[in-house]
């Protein structure tokens, strides 16, 4: 997942190449290869609707599993602090991610990670089968990992440390 730019100069000492480095990806890709199991003391958080545990923390990077419970609706969120990866594991689970729409028929077919960039606004959906889905991230700005929930700006108002009203049972 290295990506790679050639800019060309016109002076005459030629191509110039800029070659970017996009280490969250290649966790990603690294992780996902090997599923290296790392769990810190405090892995498992829960909330409201949602169970979140920590399978690997390293460094400023570790992956989550979410599992929510069946029909249930997160409000629109961003983690200031993260940039992640998400990838469907199972469930009837859709999400919305910077105005773009996974529903789980189409992710389950064929899961991709999706990357979700600390300003993409998301928030997810489940059905009467709940769903799990794995989070691979690097936290930045020197804020230690913890779970994504603490580090959390919702539409609504809902700021990190505020453990419950994160996820709404739908009726
Ligand atoms: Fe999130």
Known sequence: MRQTRYGCLKASEGCLIIDIFDDLAEFAKWWLHH????????????????????????????????????????????????????????????????????????VAANPIPVRIHPHYWHEGTTGPLGGSFLSLQKWLNNVPPSCVGEDWVGVDGSAAGTCVGRTETKE
């Open 35 to 106: 599923r290296m199991l790392l769990p810190p003391p405090n892995a498992v958080t829960t909330y409201q609707n949602m169970t979140g545990t920590c399978l690997y923390r390293h460094g400023q990077y570790q992956v989550q599993m979410f599992t929510s419970k069946p029909n249930s609706v997160s409000v629109s969120h961003v983690h200031p602090n993260v940039d992640s990866y998400e990838l469907y594991l199972c469930g009837d689970l859709d999400f919305v991610i910077a105005g773009n729409i996974y529903k789980h028929q189409e």
